[in-house]
């Protein structure tokens, strides 16, 4: 990938990442979520380069990072001089408890198991280190539909798992303890990104046929600059609907970000149940509180 076009590539993605609601909500809660960082060092973990990737890496701190994509492993390593390296299935490639934080992002919703995974980032992480995620709560997924709208080839999309508040407590419980979660991209924000996102596409459809037949640059260029147009034309409705959530609070959002703290050892935490099999939950529903009777516990 020529320099020029790598160049090329970012200044879309921050451009475009600049006319999403959604992606400015989505930096600013991860980036308290890390919280201040000095001189710590960090890990991220990604599915791909977007505006807000890129934009983390900035906030201080000494960064490593890891992209499932080899594209987007070109362009951290184009912007932060070889940082990068490719994410792929196994141990991570760092020593034990390198890390004073470890970064989720667009990345553990498309993996086919996330235990393995979340048991390498608790090996890397110092005791007491902080782990960030940022996921989709919900099975109706934008993460990357900016990138995909300007893609001159079809995208192939794994499987998407999403990781509602109770599927992800699941996910981190043997290694970390949860500190907070966040919701966001309510109803009326989700209802507009997609809109704008969706206008875009219907904009460029034409446009972006021809790319692929001709394989030109100059119509990929043009491709991006209308997309961006529509999306900037569309910025005073996102910031509009946003205005709408925090004022009817309509659900709790279509993404999560959840910071967790390592515990000790990664040790299988196991829900108490009643001596008869029964969940505390089932047993409180269908018996009056203080007669379900005796239960054990596994180990915590």
């Known amino acids: 990938m020529a320099d020029q076009n790598i160049d090329q590539q970012i200044g879309w993605l921050r451009k475009l990442s600049g006319t999403s609601v959604m992606e400015r909500q989505a930096l600013r809660f991860v980036r308290e979520s890390i919280g201040p960082l000095s001189d710590r060092n960090c890990l991220l973990l990604t599915g791909d380069a977007s505006g807000v990737a890129l934009d983390l890496c900035e906030g201080g701190g000494t960064w490593k990072i890891l992209a499932a994509s080899e594209a987007g492993v070109e362009i951290f390593r184009h912007v932060y001089a070889k940082k990068a390296s490719r994410l792929k299935e196994g141990a991570l490639p760092f020593k034990e408890r390198a890390f004073d934080r ?85 109803f009326f924000l989700g209802w507009a990104e997609s809109l704008a996102t969706s206008l875009g596409e219907l904009a460029i459809r034409g446009m972006r046929n021809r790319a692929v037949q001709m394989g030109m640059e100059a119509v990929n260029e043009a491709v991006a600059e209308r997309f961006f147009r529509v999306r900037k034309s569309m910025y005073p409705l996102l910031l509009l609907a946003n205005a709408l959530d925090a004022l009817l609070f309509l659900g709790r959002g279509s993404y999560v970000v959840c910071r967790a703290r390592r515990r000790s050892f990664w040790r299988p935490r196991r829900t108490p149940v009643l001596l008869d099999g029964r969940s505390i939950a089932d047993a409180t529903i269908n018996t009056k509180i203080g007669t379900a009777g005796p239960f054990e516990t596994g180990s915590t």
Do not use: W
């Not at 902080?130 to 709208?149: C, F, M, N, W, Y």
């Open 102 to 186: 470890v970064v989720i992002y667009d990345c553990l919703e498309y993996l086919p198991e996330s235990q393995p995974f979340l048991m390498e980032c608790h090996r890397v992480l110092k005791e007491n280190g902080r782990l960030v995620v940022h996921v989709p709560s919900t099975k109706r997924s934008r993460s990357r539909a900016l990138r995909e709208a300007l893609a001159a080839s079809p995208v192939s999309r794994p499987t998407l798992t999403p990781y509602p508040a109770t599927r992800l407590f699941s996910a981190v419980k043997d290694g970390f303890d949860v500190e907070e979660d966040r919701g966001y991209l309510r």
